[in-house]
């Protein structure tokens, strides 16, 4: 039997946004919009695509069979439902009809063979092939039907079809440098470092409320300002009409009153902060040592500090209202506890203070984390040295020589619980950092793999969540606020809990230009 997609998370609240979008006036066709993004793509084609600006930037262009919604639940897209077999080792999509690809042919079942194909074939050096190695083989059912075949059961499979994550694109533009997708909008130029150019698809397929067509824009240009401020000044110039992050230091400030003729949309996000504790090295090999460093810092202070108040401390990685938070776990460390702190220490042979190093990468918000969790190690004798380093650096220590002993950061959105649990956390997960190991709890997370029933995953995922606040291998903090802006005249635009430009009621395709 068919099932509609359902979601896979829920959304944060909003906290504060000014200027109520959706208004009742008109729609307007035409217009251009002008954004200014954090970094510029990194490439335009959409199956070697890595990193939020390009996968934004792409995710209007060449879509997923599926789409993200507002709270983060994955919805119809292209596909416009699916179905899983009971032992998690079959999915079936099924296509909706008359989808057009920019070049002008529809898109069918064989399109989506041969694109993930692609992207599974060692040879494209995709950074996406690690969703598609539990893939077996790809069958065309039909011209709208396509069926996956999985070498092990995986209930977290069609999480991974959403946004840039799986870009379906004509077989012929597979070497071109020319992204072709089923989006709101088609590619027109690219000049590195200087902007990327899109313009509104007539023939695609999604319509809103009223039967009319998306996009209602006839152009968006995305620019480039790594600097948070020199992009905010440009919008309150009007240079840009919309800016995807906001400089930390005039938040407080648009919290109480924004400048005429801005409309600053912030709320709790989706992106959760944490401490990652390497597992087998030096003082940190002890538990009593790494649940002391959990009990030695104050949540509230912490995220008070980071997010201006907004976000409250969490003890997981989902939040209240999403369907995958853990409701009646108790955290362990909610309250800063030093006494206790101290004597872990004690009983783990450590009478004296010792030193550890932090892998700090070099961006505002995870620079003020290590700084706030330097302070509070501090009081328990525990001196954290910080070495601050670039991106590249950070990946190879975490990643490749996991080189550290404490790794402070925050973590983007997933869909789905596997990508954190199973993930970050199995002994066999390819970002398990901190080289945590724990067979019960392997035996856990792979059980959720073989699991359909989502009531279920998630009373297995309540004891690995208590198993990991056991063994402290991440210490969950809070959530990272989206902090974004636009010009007034922007109306019908609204960001969705990871803060896209693209999800499946919203975004970019819903806006319009009125002036």
Request: net charge positive; glycine share 8%; proline share 6%.
């Amino acid at each position: 039997m068919k099932t509609r997609l359902l979601g896979l998370m829920a959304v944060t609240i909003f906290v504060c946004t000014f200027g109520l979008v959706g208004e009742s006036g008109a729609q307007k066709y035409g217009g251009k919009l002008v954004l200014g993004m954090i970094a510029d793509v990194r490439t335009l084609d959409p199956h070697r695509q890595t990193g939020n600006p390009t996968n934004q930037v792409l995710s209007l262009i060449t879509p997923g069979l599926v789409e993200m919604g507002e709270d983060g639940k994955i919805s119809p897209g292209v596909a416009e439902s699916w179905k899983a077999s009971s032992d998690a080792r079959e999915f079936t999509f099924f296509l909706r009809k008359g989808v057009m690809f920019h070049n002008g042919r529809e898109m069918v079942a064989d399109d989506v063979k041969k694109s993930y194909d692609h992207i599974g074939d060692p040879k494209t050096r995709s950074p996406k092939r690690g969703n598609f190695k539990v893939i077996k083989r790809i069958e065309v059912i039909d011209k709208y039907t396509v069926k996956f075949y999985l070498k092990e059961p995986f209930s977290a499979f069609g999480s991974a079809f959403f946004g840039g994550n799986a870009p379906i694109i004509p077989s012929e533009t597979f070497d071109t440098k020319r992204p072709v997708g089923t989006g709101p909008f088609e590619f027109v130029e690219w000049k590195p470092r200087q902007y990327l150019k899109v313009k509104r698809f007539k023939n695609y397929w999604k319509k809103d409320k009223k039967g009319n067509r998306l996009p209602y824009l006839d152009e968006v240009i995305f620019k480039p300002i790594t600097d948070d401020t020199v992009r905010y000044t440009g919008l309150r110039a009007g240079d840009l009409d919309f800016v995807f992050s906001l400089p930390f230091a005039q938040v407080p400030g648009l919290l109480k009153k924004a400048p005429k003729g801005i409309v600053p949309a912030i709320k709790a996000g989706s992106r959760w902060f944490y401490v990652n504790l390497h597992t087998k090295r030096g003082p940190l090999k002890d538990v009593r040592v790494r649940q002391a460093i959990a009990y030695a810092l104050d949540k509230k202070a912490i995220m008070d500090g980071l997010t201006w108040g907004i976000s409250g401390p969490e003890a997981q990685p989902y939040p209240p209202t999403s369907e995958w938070y853990l409701r009646n776990v108790r955290d362990p460390y909610q309250e800063q506890d030093l006494p206790k702190a101290r004597k872990l220490l004690k009983e783990a042979g450590h009478t004296k203070g010792f030193q550890l190093v932090a892998i700090v990468r070099n961006e505002t918000p995870i620079m003020n984390l290590a700084t706030l969790v330097q302070a509070q190690l501090k009081k328990i004798g525990i001196d954290l040295k910080l070495e601050i380093m670039d991106r590249a650096t950070h990946q190879g220590r975490q990643r490749k020589t996991h080189d550290f002993d404490v790794n402070p950061g925050h973590l983007g959105f997933y869909p789905d619980p596997d990508s954190i649990f199973y993930r970050f956390n199995h002994s066999g997960g390819r970002d398990s950092w901190g080289l945590y190991g724990n067979p019960e709890y392997d035996k856990l997370v792979e059980q959720a793999r073989s699991t359909i029933d989502r009531a279920k995953r998630k009373e297995i995922y309540r004891k690995t969540l208590k198993m990991l606040h056991r063994d402290v291998h991440f210490i969950f903090l809070g959530h990272l606020p989206v902090a974004q802006a636009w010009r007034s005249h922007v109306k019908g635009l609204k960001t969705n809990i990871r803060g896209d430009i693209a999800w499946d009621k919203g975004g970019i395709a819903y806006a319009w230009i009125e002036k």
